[in-house]
């Protein structure tokens, strides 16, 4: 039987959704690569699919005989000269920087070179900077660089100086929805979904198999006729809604599930040793808590359009206009990991109500 190439494999930066600029700039930096790339976006928008399908771009340019078995290892990340540098925890340590370091020195496997790929770049701690600096400012010449962060820190403008800078920005509901209906979803559902997805694609995909999103959306929605000025009712609504975010997690939860059982199965068949578990159990940690800040975000975005839908009709739009910025201030808290039922009590008591807001 004929082996025929799919679409996916022949251009693997054409699937990427809603970043049409940064994959022309990518395309275009594939005549003359440079040696380090810093892809700057939110979670969900689409910058290790790039990053991957970039990679293998890069491996294909100095095999072209080779160019679709290149694409596709890099696409699946598991080409032998496509180093993945993934923090286990909360923050890249001074010690996995080190490993990037090693890899840097050593030659291609296959090729004439080899791509090195850090995710969460972001989170690095404060020596990692400094440490990487020369490595990234001097590579090997067979080695590019491909750094991922949510934003670029202070402590790491030097690096990010020393770097192609390409903007990823959260994937607009309209291109989700499109990609949605050609995956299958029915319109009126992909529509809901991608509104919801808070311009995230991977978001957008665990929201179509899960029924109780719009039971959650509906939930935002009331919280501003729900306000009575008293800390009872505050109370009653966060822990509802804390339910309904644990509720979110069931479709991730789900295919987590079956992840560990297949990895169950290699162990028995392999043994522990080398099997990852560690890894897949940090990952697995972060793609919750992911979900969940996606379901913060999701509903304190939601809260900020109601109370600016009545700014125009409000007796006092300043009061409004005042609780539209805690909205958005509580939505960058999130980065900084708060305890959600404080965060969501506090916000709750300052915000003023507003009759029929959910209709």
Known sequence: MTDVATSAELDPLGTVVGQERAVTQLRNALAHPL??????????????????????????????????????????????DYFLLEPEGRALLVEEAGQLITEASRSPVEGQRKVLLVDRFHTAEARVAPKLLKTIEEPPASSVFILLADEVPPEQITIASRCVQIEFGPVAPAAIEQLLVSEGVEPTRAAEVAEASVGSVERARLLVTDERFVARRDA?????????????????????????????????????????????????????????????????????????????RFGLGILAGLYRDRLLDHPRPAV????????????????????????????????????????
């Open 35 to 80: 040696h380090a790339y810093l892809f700057v976006g939110p979670p969900g928008s689409g910058k290790r699919q790039a990053a991957a399908a970039f990679a293998g771009e890069l491996l294909a340019a100095v095999d072209p005989e080779g160019a679709d078995r290149h694409r596709r290892l890099a696409v699946a990340e598991q080409h032998p």
């Open 320 to 359: 409004l206009a005042a609780a539209t910025k805690r909205l958005t201030d509580a939505g960058e808290a999130l980065g900084r990991n708060p305890n959600e039922t404080l965060l969501l009590q506090a916000l709750f008591v300052g915000l003023p109500e507003l009759a029929n807001a959910a209709e």
């Open 220 to 296: 935002w929605r009331s919280v501003p006729s729900r306000l009575d000025g008293t800390g009872a009712a505050v109370a009653v609504m966060v822990d509802e809604l804390r339910d309904l975010i644990d509720e979110a997690q069931t479709p991730l939860v789900a295919r987590h599930d079956l992840e560990r059982e297949e990895l169950d199965k290699r162990e028995e068949e392999l043994g522990t040793r080398g099997s990852g578990r560690k890894t897949l159990e940090a990952r697995h940690k972060r793609e919750i808590r992911a979900v969940r800040d996606a379901e913060l």
